[in-house]
């Protein structure tokens, strides 16, 4: 069946608008996509604040819509599913995609589909010029989420492992501010650690060798404060060794689980999804471990790793084509922000 989806993402600080088609079997092609980051009115709070956020929203994201549109040549009489994202994310935020979509389906008389934001990060790769296969490995890792899936093919996921405390994206934040880098952490630090030693200071892998395949990044926090303490007045000098560090330590541990987890389901491909799926170290790290090994790594292109309207219209166009949900004409939409 060929389906023109429309899909919204809205869970934190970035609103996505994008176009898919879906033909037959054939992966969705995306035909345009629009975003508007957040990023600079968060900054000076030094993180998300829920309020602002939503009522940003509003205010791009049918501005962003019709841009979509325009660039695709396409007019909204023409889509045939709306999707939004149901969750996990802020409220407010939530309800803003969820708002329009289920408007839009209302108005023009066309079904709607609310889609797990998680769910739109694992799908991601498909987007990309070289698409996975099934089975594979995830890796998510954004900043509410460190898991490692097993995938069999769509909506058929089974957990392996995850984080017992801190997310990886929250634990670039989350050091990143100790360093005194700004909102997001991520991106700032990993930009600092180019031009920093990754062996200058010696940093803890949680849970590196625990045996399973859950992971912990709260002790590291503790170290890099600790360390960022002793180096008092000198930090400023010291602090792109300390940011180098920092991100190895991470990618060090984010590695390894993912080895043991191709290991263990004897799986020989991976896919990276989630923000800190852009980081370059974890990226040239994951690359090399898995050539040695003849293992397949996949990634979302590097604009769709983070927050984006594609991956939810794909994520949509993906699950509608394999009949496992079905978009609904109810409109008392609803959200799920955990
Ligand atoms: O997937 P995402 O955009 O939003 C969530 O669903 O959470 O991920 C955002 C997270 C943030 O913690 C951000 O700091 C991190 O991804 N991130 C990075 C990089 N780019 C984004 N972390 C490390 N290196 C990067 N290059
Ligand atoms: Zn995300």
């Known amino acids: 069946m060929d389906l023109l989806i429309l899909g919204i993402e809205s869970s934190c600080d970035e609103t996505g608008v994008a176009l898919v088609r879906s033909a037959g079997g054939a992966v969705p092609a995306l035909l345009a996509h629009a975003l508007h980051s957040q990023v600079a009115m968060h900054r000076d709070y030094g993180g998300v604040v829920p309020e602002l956020a939503s009522r940003d929203h509003i205010r ?174 000198s930090l400023e000098a010291h602090k792109a060794d300390l940011a180098a560090s920092t991100e190895a330590a991470i990618a060090d541990v984010l590695v390894s689980k993912t080895l043991a987890a191709l290991g263990q389901t004897g799986i020989g491909r991976v896919v990276v999804a989630g923000g800190v799926g852009a980081n370059r170290r974890l990226r040239s790290q994951l690359d090399a471990a898995c050539a040695e090994r003849g293992l397949r790594v996949h990634y979302p292109e590097l604009h769709l790793c983070t927050d984006n309207g594609a991956m939810i219209a794909l994520a949509a166009a993906m699950r509608l084509q394999a009949g496992q949900q079905e978009a609904s004409r109810d409109y008392a939409f609803d959200v799920r922000p955990r």
């Open 60 to 233: 791009h994201v049918l501005p962003l819509m019709t841009q979509v549109l325009r660039e695709s040549g396409e007019s909204l009489s023409n889509v045939d599913v709306l999707a939004y994202t149901r969750g996990p994310g802020l409220a407010g935020a939530l309800l803003v995609g969820a708002g329009v979509a289920c408007a839009l389906g209302a108005a023009l008389d066309r079904p709607v589909l609310g889609v797990h934001h998680l769910e739109g990060h694992l799908l991601s790769p498909f987007l990309s010029a070289a698409p996975p296969e099934f089975p594979f490995v995830a890796l998510l890792v954004s900043g509410g989420h460190t898991q490692l899936m097993r995938v069999d093919g769509v909506g058929r996921y089974g957990l392996l492992g995850e984080t017992i405390d801190d997310a990886a994206g929250e634990a670039f934040d989350k050091c990143a501010k100790l360093m005194g880098l700004s909102y997001p952490g991520g991106p700032a630090l990993s930009r600092l650690a180019e031009h920093g030693s990754a062996t200058a200071f010696k940093l803890p892998r949680p849970m590196l060798h625990s045996g399973d395949l859950d992971f912990s990044f709260a002790g590291l926090k503790t170290a890099v404060l600790t360390q960022a303490r002793k180096l008092g007045d």
